[in-house]
Each structure stands twice: as structure tokens, then as C-alpha cells.
């Protein structure tokens, strides 16, 4: 996991290619949630306090190769401008001559961010003379956009090539050293917790947990395909039928390793998916007539007591459809848990973080995970293009 760090670099009087991810929501031309923007500021401001010119790239969207105006990054360097307190240039290009010319114009200590790299197709292709062109920019390079390290796209893998030595941001440092834990040695009791809609979409995870992790928390919708696959009456509930039959495997493998692979109890479920539906509450077996749509109390405190319990606790999924406050219980007590705990706690998953942040604990968990996709790979054990391009230490 030892990665060169942007802290290991010369930088001064340079100029450093950053790739970050300022993928953020925007309204009517304002950034309505800066979070990402904030994650990258430790990096940036590093180099600017070490006399660097500061090149950012990023993505924003599926633009699909086309220039979308209403996908253009220039509101947020008027963001990441006001976050520093000092001015940051735009480039209305990524390559070629406007670039250039963008880039020769500041000063050390500048900043400047280019045009979102998705507009061209080139990026997402990994092709080589695009990563060349990028690559021209600067003397020095820099990844700190973890939730896009998963993908071998020209911004994150082909442009690293380029240079003699590729330096991990200090947010991917985070990443990688949280993270890392759930792979070598980890801390035990290992619980992880998994949530989420469907088995097909966390088989990699639950599999590669079950052989690393001492107990397997299921919750959510994809908790109602393991218990179909028990024999139990889901009612109405979401099922996974393709992956049943994996469900059935899994059940019959963890207690083999030696294992605990937990499921819900109780649920609260409802007679429909909307705001005004009731939630009632049931025991394992869900009536023909309702849909689970959250775990119920008792699976609640079982869980929450495992998590208590452990000394690294790894959670990506919410427990039901917290969207909607009746179904909430379930995952802001799993929430709360991850809190109080004294273990070393990993959030991970754009619906566990926005969990933790309306259960008012994100400044309680030790470490909130920014790569949704790229997190569930590091999980699974899989080589993430990249981080593997990164320079050894």
C-alpha cells in the first residue's frame, strides 16, 4: 500500500498536474454541495504553500464527449476560489495551445482548473495521445481523486505513465491507509455491514468479506433475497431472483469458515414505497401483502451490539429506505452504533455517508471513504487501476 506521497515531492517553482474530483452537484449554474471540493483543499494547499503551480483536472457528469455548457467546471473554480480565499484561473480548454497558454501564465502558488476532461472522448478511452497532451502541462503529477481510481481512464492511469514518478494526494493516502486495514491484518473483531438494494451488485464484496471479516451484517433490500433464500416469506419485498441461488451458497459457506453471516430478525414494512406509507413492524416473516422496507428493532440493537462489539467495523448500504422517515430507524441506529463504538470505523457509499450526515455522527467516524465504486474494489481485493500506477516507496 506504500504509494509515493505529494509530501516526498520537490515541487517548488514546478508546475503539478493534480487530478481530483470535483464531480459535484450543481444548480443553476452554483455548486450545492461542495464536500469534494473540500477533500482535495489539504492537497492543494500543500502545494501552493511550497511555491507550485497548481494545474487541477477533473470530470463532472457523463457529458458523453460532448462540450455541455451546463457541465462546464467554471463554477467550480469560482468555489474553489472562495474555499482559498485567493483566485483560481480557468481554462475553457484541457489541451493544446489555449491550455498552454493558461498554464505559462501563472505565477508559483497559482492555481488554475482546466474544463471538464469529459468532454472529450479521449479521456474515458485512455487514449494515448490525449494523456500525452495532458502530461505536457506539467513537470510533476499528482492523483488525489480516489472515487475515480477504479477506472483506467487518461486523467488517472495514462497520464501517471507519462512521468518519471506519480504521487498520491494526501486524500488518497487517507483512502489507502484506512482501507488497507480491511485487507492486511485487520483488527478483530472484523465486522462489516452491507446494505443496499441488490446481491448481484456487492457479490465481489460479501464473498471477499466473508474469508477477511469475522461477521457479515446484512441489511436492506438485498437482505430479503437471503432470507427467500432461507425459506422465509418476503410478502411483496424486493427480490434478486437471478442471484437466489448465490444467496443459498453464501449462507451455506460462512458457517464452513468459521463465519457469521447475520440477517434481519424483524423489518418494518409498509403497504407500498411512498412518504405516507405507515410503517408497521413484523417478525422474520414478512406478510404476503407488505414490503420490507426497513430492518425492525430487534435486528437493530443485534447489530448495533456486534458493531459495539468489534474492534474495525466496515459499513457500505443503508440498513432500508431511509429516504423515508418512517424507514429510517434502522439505519441511523446502525449510524449511532458506528459513532459510539471504539473501534476504528470505514463508511463507505454515497447512501451510508449521506446516512452518517442526517444522523449528525460523520465527525465521529474515523474515516468516511469519498469513492463509492472504487471503495466496493479496494474492498473486494481488486487492483485499482489507478492506485497500481502509482509510484512504489
Avoid at 111 to 134: G, I, M, Q, S, T
Avoid at 330 to 335: D, K, L, S
Wanted: glycine letters at 10%; aromatic letters at 4%.
Amino acid at each position: 500500500m506504500a504509494k509515493l506521497s505529494v509530501e516526498q515531492l520537490d515541487v517548488a517553482g514546478k508546475t503539478v498536474l493534480v487530478r481530483v474530483d470535483f464531480n459535484v452537484p450543481l444548480d443553476s449554474g452554483r455548486v450545492t454541495d461542495d464536500t469534494r471540493i473540500v477533500a482535495a483543499l489539504p492537497t492543494i494547499r500543500h502545494l501552493i504553500e511550497r511555491g507550485a503551480r497548481v494545474v487541477l483536472m477533473s470530470h463532472l457528469g457523463r457529458p458523453k464527449g460532448q462540450r455541455k455548457p451546463e457541465l462546464s467546471l467554471e463554477p467550480v473554480a469560482r468555489r474553489l476560489s472562495e474555499l482559498l480565499g485567493s483566485p483560481v484561473a480557468f481554462s475553457p480548454e484541457v489541451i493544446g495551445e489555449g491550455a498552454q497558454q493558461a498554464v505559462a501564465a501563472l505565477q508559483p502558488g497559482g492555481v488554475l482548473l482546466l474544463e471538464n476532461l469529459r468532454f472529450h472522448p479521449e479521456e474515458e478511452k485512455n487514449d494515448p495521445d490525449f494523456a500525452k497532451a495532458l502530461a505536457a502541462l506539467a513537470d510533476c503529477y499528482v492523483s488525489d481523486a480516489f472515487g475515480t481510481v477504479h477506472r483506467a481512464h487518461a486523467s488517472t492511469e495514462g497520464v501517471a505513465r507519462r512521468f518519471p514518478r506519480a504521487a498520491a494526494g494526501f486524500l488518497i493516502a487517507k483512502e489507502l491507509e484506512y482501507l488497507g486495514q480491511t485487507l492486511v491484518k485487520p483488527k478483530r473483531p472484523f465486522v462489516a455491514v452491507l446494505g443496499g438494494a441488490k446481491v448481484g451488485d456487492k457479490i465481489g464484496v460479501i464473498q471477499a468479506l466473508l474469508k477477511r471479516a469475522d461477521s457479515v451484517l446484512i441489511g436492506g433490500a438485498m437482505a430479503y433475497t437471503f432470507l427467500k433464500a432461507q425459506g422465509r416469506s418476503i410478502g411483496k419485498s424486493l427480490l434478486d431472483e437471478p442471484h437466489l441461488e448465490l444467496a443459498r451458497t453464501l449462507l451455506a459457506e460462512a458457517p464452513k469458515q468459521g463465519k457469521a453471516l447475520l440477517l434481519p430478525i424483524d423489518h418494518r414494512v409498509g403497504a407500498e414505497i411512498s412518504p405516507q406509507t405507515q410503517a408497521e413492524e413484523c417478525g422474520i416473516e414478512i406478510p404476503a401483502d407488505r414490503i420490507g422496507l426497513d430492518i425492525g428493532p430487534a435486528t437493530a440493537t443485534a447489530y448495533a451490539q456486534a458493531i459495539k462489539r468489534a474492534k474495525l467495523v466496515v459499513w457500505n448500504g443503508p440498513m432500508g429506505m431511509f429516504e423515508l422517515p418512517a424507514f429510517a430507524e434502522g439505519t441511523f441506529v446502525v449510524a449511532r452504533a458506528m459513532a459510539e463504538t471504539a473501534a476504528i470505523t470505514i463508511v463507505g457509499g454515497g447512501d451510508s455517508v449521506a446516512a452518517v450526515n442526517q444522523a449528525g455522527v460523520a465527525d465521529r467516524i474515523s474515516h468516511i471513504s469519498t469513492g463509492g465504486g472504487a471503495s466496493l474494489e479496494f474492498l473486494e481485493g481488486r487492483k485499482l487501476p489507478g492506485i497500481e500506477v502509482l509510484t512504489n516507496v
